[in-house]
């Protein structure tokens, strides 16, 4: 059975979806664009935005009572993959700053994405 995450640290789903789920074992959030929940607005520069993304699907994983070395699984969308070094060096300091090995990877570019942000990030974290 699973289980509904709503935490008020991450911005509230902007459409007919959930921030994530907790199917027990594992969580799954939806893919986290680079708001700021307390101002809803992005960080200026791609750097800040893909570490806005991190901080975002964090609080949905710590609602769930997990920490970042639990995310075994990331996916990142970027609208420019010119801009692929600056968001990786962005990655790689909050898994580092968590003391949090590297997950698997996938990471894609797309046309556009919602709010025409740089980035957007979704996770899956497991239990045990």
């Not at 909050?94 to 990471?107: D, G, K």
Request: aromatic share 6%; proline share 5%; net charge negative.
């Amino acid at each position: 059975m699973s289980r509904i995450i709503n935490t008020d640290k991450a911005p509230a789903a902007i459409g007919p979806y959930v921030q994530g789920v907790d199917l027990g074992s594992m969580i799954i959030t939806s893919g986290q664009l680079p708001i700021d929940p307390k101002t809803g607005e992005f960080p200026a520069g791609v750097a800040a935005q893909a570490r806005q993304s991190l901080d975002n699907v964090k609080a949905i994983v710590e609602a769930a009572g997990l920490k970042v070395a639990d995310i075994v699984k990331t996916t990142v969308f970027v609208k420019d993959l010119n801009d692929f070094a600056t968001i990786n060096a962005a990655y790689e300091a909050f898994f580092t700053e968590h003391n949090a090995s590297f997950p698997a990877r996938s990471c894609v570019e797309v046309a556009r994405l919602p709010k025409d942000a740089n980035v957007e990030i979704e996770v899956i974290a497991v239990r045990g």
